[in-house]
């Protein structure tokens, strides 16, 4: 079984920086791809961002195109999201996930078959 967890949450203010990481653990672990969601309180889970395992192509939601940042680090079993410029907007809860083979489409949380636990971003204005 896989397990993914997420670090690197907190709390910071409006034009700061955060890091989330999420490690796989568990069976040996060579998913398609790997993305990150969040949820704010009251609404659905949303896409976020996307990478594929081999090639390293990625994808991002428009409203954090430009600040955001997906990588990932194969040795290590990682993905990180880089957050820059943070604003209020994204306060949510921040899930790590994992898309084991290919589907055509990857903005939808149905797509992905392995979840974290999620970790907390606030950003106060």
């Known amino acids: 079984q896989v397990q993914l967890v997420e670090s690197g949450g907190g709390l910071v203010q409006a034009g700061g920086s955060l890091r989330l990481s999420c490690a796989a653990s568990?069976?040996?672990?060579?998913?398609?791809?790997m993305g990150w969601f969040r949820q704010a309180p009251g609404k659905e889970r949303e896409f976020v961002a996307r990478?594929?395992?081999?090639?390293?192509?990625?994808a991002y939601a428009d409203s954090v195109k430009g600040r955001f940042t997906i990588s990932r680090d194969d040795a290590q079993n990682t993905v990180s999201l880089q957050m820059n410029s943070l604003k209020p907007e994204d306060t949510a809860v921040y899930y790590c996930?994992?898309?084991?083979?290919?589907?055509?489409?990857?903005?939808?949380?149905?797509?992905?078959?392995?979840w974290g636990q999620g970790t907390q971003v606030t950003v106060s204005s």
């Open positions: 996930a994992a898309q084991e083979y290919y589907r055509d489409v990857f903005r939808s949380p149905r797509a992905y078959d392995n």
């Open positions: 568990g069976r040996t672990f060579r998913p398609y791809s």
């Open positions: 990478i594929i395992r081999i090639g390293g192509i990625t």
